[in-house]
């Protein structure tokens, strides 16, 4: 097995969604596992996006009023105007 410090901090990013959809080889579950023993910001990462996941869940529709939804709209147009490309 590769020691933790064979993973970046910015492969472990990539590998994240793998990560909570237990989609990674042994390999791979096993050098990001180590990673996190050695990187307290990786591991806040993972935890956040673990919550992100839950509660974007959770989110329906319905529960954003009117006016949220709206700038969550105009957020996203923003977004994809100023984006490169």
Do not use: K
């Not at 793998?18 to 993972?46: K, M, P």
């Amino acid at each position: 097995m590769a020691p933790a410090e064979d993973l970046t901090c910015a492969q472990l990013v990539e590998l994240v969604t793998d990560h909570l959809e237990g989609a990674l080889t042994a390999e791979e579950r096993a050098r990001f596992e180590a990673h996190l023993t050695i990187c307290q910001g990786c591991v806040n990462y993972v935890d956040q996006m673990r919550t992100s996941v839950a509660f974007t869940g959770r989110l329906r529709v319905d529960d954003l009023s009117a006016e949220v939804t709206a700038e969550l709209v105009q957020a996203f147009r923003g977004w994809h105007e100023n984006s490169p490309g």
